[in-house]
């Protein structure tokens, strides 16, 4: 089904580039079987659409129509390209009884009768291409819920895709930078708050899908997508902390007298233990003595402490807790058996995006131990760890169980009266 002709180019980039922009688009599997399933028809596709050419970017195909990622059909010979033209979605559910579409080549030539195709602009108002279903048999798609899912999910994909837009053009900007570093901080912050409105359109998305009678097939789909949202909100969360520790001060903590601090710590232990219930968790805590803490942060070290050691620890040896207190000092220990860490990366362990080449298939962003000291420095405490074959990996986080104010407040405030006098 290919076109004898090479892939064109786009106004800004090369077809290459926009097919890679489609696959580093972690959800848009999970929305093509969504638009199959709201559909009901089994062929599902974004495709780039320029004025010279038709590229498919990711397909999901059930007919075996025989289409991938990167080939092209004719141009002209599509409906996608009128839709180039005139801007508006083409729908119809019955090709050969519809009075538009019985005698219009496209459904004759590739053999479909059901059809649906919304078109995709960026934010700048330029067309992309176009979100489309196909299916040989009939479909109802007459029920207004069809179209508004779809353009959803064509809005989803172009949020995206600017978003994409914009961390490519501010990265190039960095590269002539005088101050490379500075900025590409600051940019890091910036990005925390621009995925927000994308992953906001996806989870609300979700949710109302969740509201129209799917079978339970899209349920479990719908379900996938909240959860890479939610995973998605963590890495944004991960971003930000990091840009605030690196910029401005430090991660912020709001101290309170936590008598609950016990118990916030086994909600995390647990959430993480049901996330990897073939990891063996021991658990001793004995904390006698109320502690000022943020006590939110001090759960986000334990989870990207205890995240940590499930993923790099021997898997057939358990996980220990110990998080006690006495009248000075608060203590909170998470160890691993396993291989011992290097002593040449234990000297970069806390340091940002510190991850070797073997753990670049593994999720995340290599910021939490950095996040993990970071909210260490805010309560005045240390974070330190020592690792051997025999004895394990320990994780050591103690703090003064009384700490009048954080660590960055009380700098911040130290470079307010330095700039007074």
């Known amino acids: ?18 097919l890679e922009a489609i696959r580093r688009i972690g959800s848009v599997p999970t929305i093509l079987q969504a638009v199959a399933h709201t559909t009901g028809m089994r062929f599902a596709a974004i495709a780039r659409v ?10 999901h195909d059930l007919i075996d129509f025989g289409l991938k990622p990167g080939e092209e ?17 083409v729908v119809f559910g019955h090709a050969s009884a519809h009075p538009q579409f019985a ?9 479909f009768e059901s059809y649906i195709s919304i078109p995709i602009f960026l ?3 330029e067309f992309f291409g176009t979100l489309c279903a196909l299916d040989p048999l009939p479909a109802k798609l007459d029920e207004p819920n069809v179209v508004a899912t779809l353009q959803l999910f064509a809005k989803l994909i172009a949020a995206e895709l600017d978003t994409q837009d914009r961390l490519e053009k501010s990265a ?30 996806i989870r609300v998305g979700a949710e109302l899908l969740q509201l129209t009678a799917l079978d339970p097939s899209s349920q479990r789909t719908i379900g996938h997508i909240q959860r890479s949202s939610l995973r998605m909100a963590e890495l944004i969360k991960d971003i930000l902390d990091f840009a605030r520790g690196r910029l401005g001060g430090g991660i912020p903590a709001v101290f309170e007298q936590e008598d609950d601090l016990a118990e916030e710590l086994r909600n995390v232990i647990a959430e993480v233990q049901q996330a990897h219930r073939d990891r063996a968790i021991d658990v001793s805590v004995a904390i006698g003595h109320p502690v000022a803490c943020d006590v939110r942060r001090v759960a986000q070290l334990l989870a990207n402490l205890l995240t ?53 298939a593994q999720p995340g962003l290599g910021l939490g131990l950095y996040i993990a000291a970071e909210i260490a420095r805010a309560h005045r405490g240390t974070l330190q760890v020592t690792s051997s074959t025999d004895a394990g990996t320990h994780f050591v986080f103690r703090m003064p169980v009384r700490c009048a104010e954080p660590a960055a407040a ?11 006098a």
Request: with cysteine; charged share 25%.
């Open 308 to 360: 940590n050691a499930v993923i790099h620890g021997a898997a057939d040896q358990p996980v220990r807790i110990a998080a006690r207190s006495d009248d000075e000092t608060f203590e909170l220990v998470v160890s691993n058996g396993g291989h011992a860490i290097p002593a040449g990366k234990i000297a970069r362990l806390f340091q940002p995006f510190s991850r070797d080449a073997d753990q670049s």
């Open 50 to 59: 320029t004025d010279t050419d038709w590229t498919v970017c990711a397909v």
């Open 172 to 201: 190039s900007a960095l590269l002539d930078a005088q101050e490379t570093a500075k900025l590409r901080e600051q940019f890091i912050a910036v990005l925390g708050h621009d995925l927000r409105n994308p992953l906001m359109a």
């Open 410 to 420: 009380a700098e911040n405030r130290g470079r307010d009266r330095t700039s007074l």
């Open 1 to 18: 089904m290919r076109a004898d002709s090479t892939p064109g180019i786009s106004k800004h980039r090369p077809i290459t580039a926009d």
């Open 123 to 125: 934010a700048d108002g």
């Open 103 to 111: 005698q219009h080549p496209t459904p004759k030539l590739y053999g």
């Open 73 to 89: 059909l004719v141009l002209e010979s599509t409906i996608c390209n009128e839709i180039r033209q005139h801007h508006q979605p």
